[in-house]
């Protein structure tokens, strides 16, 4: 694995797995629209519950199974249990901060919508690059030159767990002081009608929005 592309992938909350419809009866694409944003990112579910006839307990899911979905990929790496849910807490806090304005929705002849979203993507991440591959190396530096003094040599684990929690200070410290964003981009998001008259967005709509959210063209 390109272990910056790895860290990276799972700051990225991803949306492609959920089939999120609305009821066609009265049908206001661009609201429903930014429902499925708003309880994705923010777990806002009185919009989704509406429309969407979904009970309360199945538009929390929707947000929680987001966060459960990146916290499955924290559990491969056999993290510290207290440094799980400090990023746990991380990626809920910058999900909430996604920022993102739905436009108005324009119909065509066959009863579908487009709906133009701006994203105006964090910048945290990449702000706050440089400062980590610095602290990073002050750290590689130390281990070694403890190792040539005679200090015992880490586990590989002990320093990945090291490095995630230079990551992790880093970036907490960066967003408590503020989010940044970057300039605004669009995605155009289809509304289509499906099956007895039951509205989807497609997930790769879904995943390019997504793909938006936070800026990662340092890799």
Request: proline share 2%; aromatic share 10%; hydrophobic share 35%.
């Amino acid at each position: 694995m390109n272990k910056k592309r790895g860290i990276v992938s799972i700051l990225i909350l991803s949306m492609a797995v959920m089939m999120l419809s609305g009821c066609a009866r009265k049908f206001d694409a661009s609201g429903y629209t930014k429902a499925v944003l708003d309880v994705c990112y923010k777990g806002e579910t009185e919009q989704y519950m509406k429309l969407t006839n979904s009970s309360k307990e199945e538009a929390e899911a929707v947000f929680s199974d987001n966060m459960e979905q990146i916290m499955e990929e924290f559990a491969a790496l056999n993290l510290s249990e207290e440094l799980q849910a400090s990023y746990k807490e991380f990626f809920e806090d910058l999900a909430q901060n996604v920022k993102y304005t739905v436009g108005e929705a324009v119909p065509d002849k066959k009863g579908n919508f487009t709906v133009d979203v701006s994203v105006e993507p964090i910048t945290n991440l990449q702000d706050t690059y440089e400062e980590f591959m610095t602290k990073t190396e002050e750290y590689t530096t130390q281990v070694s030159n403890d190792i040539i003094n005679g200090g015992e040599t880490p586990s590989e684990q002990e320093m990945q767990n090291k490095v995630f929690e230079i990551y992790y200070n880093i970036l907490r410290a960066s967003i408590d002081a503020g989010i940044n964003y970057g300039e605004a981009q669009t995605v155009t998001m289809h509304v289509n009608k499906g099956n007895n008259n039951v509205y989807e967005i497609p997930e790769a709509d879904l995943t390019a929005l997504d793909e938006l959210t936070i800026a990662a063209d340092i890799f």
